[in-house]
């Protein structure tokens, strides 16, 4: 009783006075439009532009898919602090600013999140991408699974074909289900692409991709 008090006051006080995950400043509590759609914003809107949020849409595969932001330092730097550095405090910082955005937009669909080797998340303590996106009120099926350790970031891109080897789907049913494959960063798109053949042979009424953030391609430099 006592506890569940204490946390009440805890939950009140942070609404007061939020701090920012990145920069440690304190939240100006000004009413813009995201902070009267989102009460509990853990990242400023000074450090959220630095992210540049680009809400890019592409077709990969015949699919529609939408980036929220480029692969930039920025963004790869908090990347780094989140899973490398294993700061699960940042889960919040990617989707946070748009969760009621992206909520309306893909009302219905199940997320589908690309996997990380099993050993991998023990050790990290928690998987990045399901992390990241659990902020957003979508169901999640976590029936992929990447059966060797392999890091991308380490592969040519020869071998980064071979992604399709590594992962395997669960015994599921998708029909008349809409699905949304999700990822944190999207490279060559090997890995998005093995998810859309493996989700599509479940038989779904609908596939979209909803990626963190996407490589910046070579005409955008
Ligand atoms: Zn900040």
């Known amino acids: 009783m006592k506890q569940t008090r204490l946390k009440k ?44 949020p680009a809400f890019n849409e592409f077709k990969f595969e015949g699919i529609q898919c939408l980036n929220i932001f480029y692969y930039n330092q920025k963004v790869q730097e908090m990347l780094y602090q989140f899973k490398g550095c294993k700061d699960y405090e940042l889960r919040t910082i990617f989707l946070e600013y748009y969760k009621n955005y992206l909520n309306i937009m893909f009302n219905g669909y199940i997320m589908v999140p690309a996997p990380s080797f099993e050993e991998a998340d023990e050790e990290r303590g928690f998987n990045h991408v399901e992390e990241m996106f659990s902020v957003l009120n979508l169901k999640m099926e976590k029936c992929i699974h990447k059966t060797k350790k392999v890091k991308q970031a380490d592969l040519t891109s020869e071998e980064r074909k071979n992604i399709k080897d590594v992962l395997v789907i669960d015994d599921i049913d998708f029909s008349n289900k809409k699905v949304l494959i999700i990822d944190d960063v999207f490279t060559t798109g090997s890995t998005v692409k093995t998810m859309i053949n493996l989700v599509g042979q479940k038989h779904p009424k609908k596939i979209k991709v909803l990626l963190m953030s996407k490589t910046i391609d070579l005409d955008r430099r």
């Open 9 to 52: 006051q805890s939950e009140q006080s942070s609404q007061k006075t939020q701090i920012c995950k990145v920069c440690f400043k304190t939240i100006e509590n000004e009413a813009t439009f995201h902070n009267l759609l989102s009460i509990n914003i853990s990242i400023c809107h000074d450090c959220l532009l630095e992210l540049k």
